[in-house]
């Protein structure tokens, strides 16, 4: 059984950099793809950026200046740096797995607040 949890959000000013972080306990080389999504208050859930178990990682357009993505198989692990942090980056931080059955993990989400 795979669970995923996130970890390294909070307050943060204008400009501040934040790097979030997920733990997967079980089987990371089960999720063939992860990925990290945000959901803003009153908002949609909406997806930031994809990596796969092979390394290869997508990010969407409207996220390509600031975020990276990436993923440590040995440290089970799949992080997100987001630079420059603007105060509509306000929002619930989720890390989501995919296994090979096309079952999707969650995790129960970071809360990122920026803010002066």
């Known amino acids: 059984q795979v669970q995923l949890v996130e970890s390294g959000g909070g307050l943060v000013q204008p400009g501040g950099t934040l790097k979030l972080s997920c733990l997967v306990s079980?089987?990371?080389?089960?999720?063939?793809?992860m990925a990290w999504y945000r959901q803003p208050p009153g908002k949609e859930r909406e997806l930031i950026a994809r990596?796969?178990?092979?390394?290869?990682?997508a990010v969407a357009d409207a996220f390509k200046d600031r975020f990276t993505i990436s993923r440590d198989d040995n440290k089970k692990t799949l992080d997100l740096q987001i630079d420059n942090l603007h105060p509509e980056d306000t929002a619930v931080y989720y890390c989501?797995?995919?296994?090979?059955?096309?079952?999707?993990?969650w995790g129960q989400g970071t809360q990122v607040t920026v803010s002066s």
């Open positions: 989501n797995g995919r296994n090979w059955a096309e079952f999707d993990y």
């Open positions: 079980g089987d990371i080389k089960s999720l063939y793809l």
């Open positions: 990596m796969s178990s092979g390394d290869f990682s």
